[in-house]
């Protein structure tokens, strides 16, 4: 609280507490000067690294600098050719290393600015969303259970707010505050309890809020250094393969080395073999692996922000792929989240409701006959109270424009809040019982907010002839017991008579209950009673006792018809689906009946609900999870146990969640993916992906993403290592076997730039194999080289030397012309080239032969070969070219030796595993 006292004595920011409570918040202009003055509501980041850094990161590297030592002495002794070669391959892998590592930055920077959060304020006398960057000094914002404070606030009205401050203060209980005095608010900016702190959490109540410091002018700012020197960790892929390249370089040095001293013993000149020794390490070195994994893991992000899904923690690509329990919640994410009330319960009668959605036109059936709901005064009692027990909005007006169809009129419906209060808010609008006609005639005093332990909410109004009355909304079953009597049936302006709560009118109202949620209606119990004036407290112990039940509505909320098939997906690819729900166990048995989550149940125990969780130990249900598909009238709790459950099992589980309770349940999970519609800030800061779109079939297109990413990334590593190990052993054999130099240096190099880099590139976006969601799931431990990818690596790395030496040796031994080295190495040199380059094509799957691939599916790859090939014929048939790579012009009958030992192994392998398969 110093900081902000100093700060009130600073001229410059006096104006910050000069505070001006305006019900219509700022203007959108005051808006503007604010933000020109104060600037972004952010946090100072460090600096980072220009374009021109980066790209001179590139040649940061030990071996490139002998490269360039190499290349001051290809100068001094008079090899210019070879130095102005050498120094353009070392720009141009530079080049392309720049563009990867810049665009992986850009596209990071990118995904960080759409998880900005997101703050509600009042400006212009409307409630609007906006970036919580855009917060300006004096905002009226508004704060509820699940918020993130968007900036430093004093809290102008306040009902029973919590909030998390343990960021600042270290403390993980809850603070309580107090909204201040309108005419004391300057006197008491120094209280507390009174603000509310960039960075903190609400956990609980709601209330408004002047924003009185913004960006670095807040109490954050103090902890901005700390949070701007944390560093992006490698993801647990990027870790394996840096651990294997780091050993494949002490291998490839040893190699080399090697290589250089046998020929030197052999008599060849000092500088060629330390050069060729050097551009040997660098072709065996697969230093562009981590510049292309991260690319392909940015790139893959991408597709997914493109399928709605918003990857949050790079880790959570690589787990998508092994993930083999998806714990969803059920409404919004496998439904559509358009609560409709189609049944009431009220006073011993059905009474039926038509309409669907937002649609406020709709007629009330009882006995199979219309009825009209003010003749019904039970009925509408009950809708009265629905009503006013609701916190959500709708509007209503004429448009020319498309959303509701009624008869030939067209109105716009635009809702804010809960969809179940929309639901009931509907409902009433049916029965011409409006919220705006209600607020004429009552007066909302205060609330006891909804919880998941209590699973009810109440509020306490006043009248106009000055009587009080709590209304209060829950679960059927625990508002029952809270009941003393329930009115019975009246019609026209007839006071509703009253019965005693005993046994047996008390399992008519939960026969009722069941009958309902038998068809997948989400059941709302709707009670009150009057008090006798404004309650000394308001805690829910005191207020919810002794009420009158009123009735029960129920609703439903619609599968997603994509929903649908996304199961059918998981389970065709090992995946088990999990419905997650606090609805009622028949209601959760009924939706997932036509999720097709269920069909039989075969005598298991495919659905537990949370009393039935209660009684189980650890052990047991570690057990009982294993045939459980649904989870019915769980609490937050619950889930976490759940998730425990199934992690304790060996599973990988991706858990939902949108609620402040959710997020323990979401951070334990092993990808917790949080509500982009409908989550709250916590959630989704404890989440490593957020569904844009709330829909359970964006979380399947995420995890056959991962498996694509991951699939794209073991081909790249396949197609470089094989090329890397086989130009290895190129020059280690010819060496142990007395043979010349089959390469010089300036041609490994091009193959380094050329063939390794474009190719290996466009693998990283090959499209996936047909069949992808039909394997199971991989383990999360799996080595990369698993499923014999390792052996597979080791044979074709082999095979490509073995090739490669038996052209140069062949052309070496029976050629008889002019030029025989030079020739028998520019073969050697086509022949691994294009070996590398049929190579890559084989790489597009370790399931399919070539011959079963589409060859223009991914035309980047295509493309890429083809620049290859081109760059190829360049050097070997342009004079000034040849003379800087030692090569010379080949003839057709040339390329077809090259081609046949360049393709001869390929060509087997394939027809060989394709005459298998078939």
Request: glycine fraction near 6%.
């Amino acid at each position: 609280m110093d900081l902000l006292l100093r700060k009130q004595n600073k001229k410059d920011d006096v104006s910050i507490y000069n505070l001006k409570i305006n019900a219509k918040g700022l203007t959108a202009k005051e808006a503007d000067l604010r933000l020109q003055k104060y600037g972004l509501n952010t946090l100072k980041e460090k600096k980072k690294s220009s374009p021109v850094l980066i790209f001179l990161s590139q040649f940061n590297d030990f071996i490139i600098w002998v490269l360039f030592g190499a290349t001051v002495l290809s100068s001094l002794m008079g090899e210019k050719a070879d130095a102005i070669t050498i120094t353009a391959i070392i720009i141009l892998n530079g080049i392309m290393g720049f563009i990867q590592e810049y665009r992986t930055e850009k596209s990071m920077e990118a995904l960080k600015e759409l998880t900005a959060p997101e703050a509600h304020v009042v400006r212009d006398g409307k409630n609007m969303i906006i970036l919580a960057k855009e917060i300006v000094p004096d905002d009226l914002i508004l704060l509820e259970a699940g918020d993130r404070v968007p900036a430093d606030a004093i809290l102008i009205e306040c009902l029973n707010i919590e909030v998390d401050e343990s960021l600042l203060t270290g403390e993980s209980a809850p603070v309580s505050k107090k909204a201040v005095a309108a005419k004391n608010t300057n006197s008491l900016l120094g209280a507390k309890q009174n603000i509310v702190y960039m960075g903190t959490t609400i956990t609980g109540g709601r209330g408004k809020s002047i924003v009185i410091a913004t960006g670095m002018a807040t109490e954050m700012g103090k902890i901005a250094d700390m949070l701007q020197n944390t560093k992006e960790s490698l993801t647990p892929l990027q870790v394996r393969l840096d651990k294997m390249g780091k050993a494949m370089v002490a291998a490839c040095l040893l190699i080399c080395g090697i290589v250089t001293v046998t020929g030197i013993l052999k008599g060849e000149d000092i500088y060629t073999m330390f050069l060729i020794g050097v551009s040997l390490a660098v072709a065996a070195i697969p230093e562009g692996l981590p510049a292309i994994v991260t690319v392909s893991l940015a790139l893959g992000v991408q597709r997914m922000l493109k399928k709605n899904a918003l990857i949050r923690k790079l880790p959570a690509v690589e787990t998508l792929g092994c993930t083999n329990i998806i714990c969803s919640d059920k409404t919004g994410t496998l439904t559509e989240n358009k609560m409709t009330v189609k049944s009431i319960y009220t006073s011993g009668n059905y009474i039926e409701v038509s309409g669907t959605g937002y649609d406020i036109n709709g007629q009330f059936i009882k006995n199979s006959r219309k009825i009209s709901p003010s003749m019904e005064t039970s009925l509408k009692s009950l809708l009265e109270s629905a009503v006013l027990c609701t916190n959500s909005e709708i509007e209503v007006k004429k448009s020319k424009s498309k959303i509701i169809n009624i008869g030939d009129k067209k109105e716009e419906v635009s809702v804010q809040g809960d969809p179940t209060e929309i639901a009931l808010i509907v409902c009433g609008y049916k029965a011409g019982v409006t919220k705006e006609n209600l607020m004429g005639r009552y007066t909302k005093v205060s609330e006891v907010p909804f919880d998941s332990d209590r699973k009810r909410m109440s509020v306490i109004v006043k009248s106009i002839d000055g009587s009080y009355y709590l209304f209060l909304k829950g679960a059927p079953d625990n508002t029952i017991d809270l009941c003393k009597d329930a009115q019975a049936g009246s019609l026209g302006n007839q006071k509703p008579s009253l019965r005693p709560m005993n046994a047996i009118l008390k399992n008519n109202i939960l026969s009722a209950n069941d009958n309902m949620a038998k068809k997948a209606l989400r059941v709302i119990a709707i009670a009150y009673k009057k008090l006798p004036g404004i309650p000394p407290t308001m805690d829910a112990s005191f207020l919810e006792k002794d009420l009158t039940f009123l009735g029960l509505m129920g609703m439903i909320d619609p599968p997603r018809p994509e929903a649908i098939k996304a199961i059918e997906l998981c389970k065709a690819s090992g995946i088990k689906p999990v419905m997650i729900t606090g609805d009622h166990r028949e209601t959760a048995i009924a939706v997932a009946r036509e999720l097709k989550l269920i069909e039989k149940e075969n005598g298991k125990n495919f659905v537990l609900t949370g009393a039935e969780l209660d009684r189980l130990n650890e052990n047991e249900l570690n057990k009982a999870v294993r045939e459980t598909s649904v989870f019915a009238r769980v609490t937050p709790k619950h889930k976490l146990n759940i998730v425990k459950a199934y992690k304790n099992n060996g599973f990988i589980v991706a858990m939902t969640g949108d609620g402040v309770n959710d997020a323990p349940a979401v951070k334990e999970a092993d990808i917790g993916i949080s509500m982009g519609e409908t989550g709250t800030d916590v959630t989704k800061e404890a989440s490593s992906m957020i569904l844009l779109d709330d829909n359970f079939a964006t979380i399947v297109a995420a995890v056959e993403e991962g498996r694509i990413i991951y699939d794209n990334i073991r081909k790249f590593i396949r197609y470089l290592l094989s090329c890397n190990l086989g130009e290895v052993l190129t020059m280690f054999i010819a060496s142990l076997i007395g043979l010349p130099i089959p390469l010089m240096p300036i041609q490994i190099l091009w193959v380094n730039l050329v063939t390794d880099g474009l190719p290996a590139i466009a693998l990283g976006v090959d499209p996936p194999d047909n069949d992808i969601m039909s394997r199971a799931p991989r383990g999360k431990n799996e080595s990369i080289f698993s499923q014999g990818l390792g052996i597979k690596i080791i044979i074709r790395g082999i095979l490509i030397g073995v090739c490669t030496l038996i052209v140069f040796t062949f052309n070496l031994k029976y050629y008889n012309g002019d030029n025989v080295l030079l020739r028998a190495r520019t073969m050697a040199f086509a022949t691994l080239v294009m070996s590398q380059l049929i190579h890559v094509f084989e790489c597009r799957s370790e399931r399919h032969s070539i011959f079963e691939i589409k060859l223009f599916s991914n035309m980047y790859l295509v493309l890429a070969v083809m620049v290859s090939i081109i760059m190829l014929s360049i050097v070997i048939y342009i004079p000034y070219l040849q003379y800087i790579f030692k090569t010379v012009a080949l003839t057709f009958g040339d390329w077809i030796e090259v081609l046949f030992f360049s393709g001869a192994i390929s060509l087997v392998v394939s027809l060989e595993r394709y005459i298998k398969k078939k």
